[in-house]
């Protein structure tokens, strides 16, 4: 059957209008002619464009979500590596898959935001001894990390010195502000009920600069191995310390510590974020605000006068 004339002509001035019209690009990463900052995980990333405004391009390879101890870089993280000027890691043992990653860049030049701090050491477990790597957590460790994002940044891009250091101290004034927020409220908590228990010891830093102790299921997620020691061993200290609330991380499951809190008698307090934000509409969407929202669980959960029976 033959299409009507009409409807030829009409499909035709169709495709040549389409042809004629000016074709939109997007402006993609491999465009962006600033100094690409790759950062090993999302609160890195955070940090860095606070202290980069724009003048760099950030991008941090694991994705909000993702648990970053064991981390495997996939095929498109290694070809995304090829362009970076600078690779922004944590260190202290972290980032055990860096290595591979940073080769895959070219050998592009390394920062390691850690670099020059006492650590605080891992007790306990296969890890005693070794440096526990989440220095983030405190905000007054975290304003090292802005001091070596501006001394990185700069020797990057000379031209900018000026703006890092100008963005670095504005970073730190809210760090400031938000460590002294964290001092008053967390001083509130009663003597009897300073115990954090987490599943992973990743509040090492928060707990020593601000008076409280620390309790875990495991020293870092890299081994999150629930062991009936364990378990057995924090019910315990849980029960005979009368801990209101205990609490796990975002990246690893809460099931064994549910079942702590039911033998122990203590309620779940909800969900930390550590070592990774959240996405943009969640409640841990840059560093400061992981922090408040930490925070304010911590508060909730252990401002409780007694607990759950």
Known sequence: MKRPLTLVLALVSTGLLLACQPRTTRRTAADDPRPTVLTTFTVLADMARNVAGERLQVRSIVK?????HGYEPTPSDLEQASGADLVVENGLGLERWADRFINATGNAPRLTLSEGMTPLLIEGD?????????????????????????????????????????????????????????????????????LLVSCEGAFSYLAHDYGLEEAYLWPVN????????????????????????????????????????????????????????????????????????????????????????
């Open 64 to 68: 909000p979500g993702a648990e970053i």
């Open 126 to 194: 296969a890890y005693s001894g070794k440096p526990n790597p989440h220095a983030w957590m405190s905000p007054k460790r975290a304003m090292v990390y802005v001091d070596q994002l501006v001394s990185g940044f700069s020797e990057l891009d000379p031209d900018g010195a000026a703006e890092y250091r100008r963005n670095g101290e504005a970073y730190k004034q809210q760090l400031r502000q938000l460590d002294q927020e964290l001092r008053s409220e967390l001083d509130a908590l009663p003597p009897q009920h300073r």
């Open 222 to 309: 890299a081994e999150s191995q629930v062991t009936p020691k364990r378990m057995a061993q924090l019910i315990s200290t849980v029960r005979q310390r009368q801990v209101p609330a205990i609490f796990c991380e975002s990246t690893v499951s809460d099931k064994a510590q549910r079942q702590v809190a039911e033998a122990a008698g203590a309620r779940f307090g909800g969900t930390f974020f550590v070592d990774s934000l959240s996405g943009e509409d969640g409640p841990a969407s840059s560093l400061l605000e992981l922090q408040r929202h930490n925070v304010k669980l911590i508060l909730t959960g252990l401002s409780a006068q007694e607990p759950k029976p």
